[in-house]
Nanobody
């Protein structure tokens, strides 16, 4: 059984930093792409960072240069370092992995950025 658990959300002022972590169990972690998505109230869930098994990363323009995704395969953990946070970054952040055609999601962690 696959379990995905996010940690590290919280309240931060604009311009601040926050680090999220996600641990996935029940999969061969090192071979799977891991991704972070976010969803603000009333909006769709959007990709914010992705890291492949070879360590290559991808970001949308909205977070490029501010967010950094990394992984520690020995700990089955992926991280999202967020810097220079803006109020528009406020959302529930979800960790995702996929096995075959099946997506696995955590329950999410809330990030709130105030002015």
């Amino acid at each position: 059984q696959v379990h995905v658990v996010e940690r590290g959300g919280g309240f931060v002022q604009a311009g601040g930093s926050l680090r999220l972590s996600c641990t996935a169990s029940g999969i061969n972690f090192k071979i799977h792409r891991m991704s972070w998505f976010r969803q603000a109230p009333g909006k769709q869930r959007d990709l914010v960072a992705s890291i492949a098994s070879d360590g290559s990363t991808a970001y949308p323009d909205s977070v490029k240069g501010r967010f950094t995704i990394s992984r520690n395969n020995a700990r089955n953990t992926v991280f999202l370092q967020m810097a220079n946070l803006k109020p528009e970054d406020s959302a529930v952040y979800y960790c995702n992995t996929k096995r075959g055609s099946t997506d696995f999601w955590g329950k999410g962690t809330l990030v709130t950025v105030s002015l």
